[in-house]
């Protein structure tokens, strides 16, 4: 049986514009149920590195349904905070048997 857990998401909202026109973000938390985490492999690190130049350190597994935004957003789970990089790969709901059908990498935060 997998087990699955609870992540923060932390996701950023723009909430106006700063003296040099640069936006400003304010932080919302939203729980995620029913996620995977899982560490990475060693070949899956080196990719990252090379693709990315980020240290990719856990995949994130997303359950179906799911309608927020995970790119390039910080997330807690762990007791650490992580930052999330690359593209969310997504499939087919339909065609995959799990509860689970995105995915994204994500690296230590601070």
């Known amino acids: 049986m997998l ?3 609870t992540i923060i998401l932390k996701e950023k909202y723009e909430t106006g514009r700063d003296p040099f026109n640069a ?3 304010e932080y919302a938390d939203t729980p995620v149920e029913g996620c ?3 560490p990475l492999k060693t070949e899956d690190i080196v990719n990252s590195l090379s693709l990315y130049g980020k240290h990719a350190v ?6 179906k349904g ?3 935004e995970w790119e390039n957003q910080k997330v807690v789970f762990l007791g650490r905070t992580f930052q999330t990089f ?3 790969v997504q499939g087919i709901e339909e065609n995959i048997p799990l509860k689970w059908n995105g995915k994204i ?3 230590v935060y601070g």
Do not use: F, K, W
């Not at 856990?58 to 359950?63: C, D, M, S, W």
């Open 23 to 25: 936006p400003i973000y």
């Open 86 to 88: 690359g593209y969310m």
């Open 58 to 63: 856990y995949e994130i597994a997303i359950p």
């Open 105 to 107: 990498y994500c690296e």
């Open 36 to 38: 995977l985490v899982a």
């Open 3 to 5: 087990h699955t857990i």
């Open 66 to 68: 799911d309608t927020h």
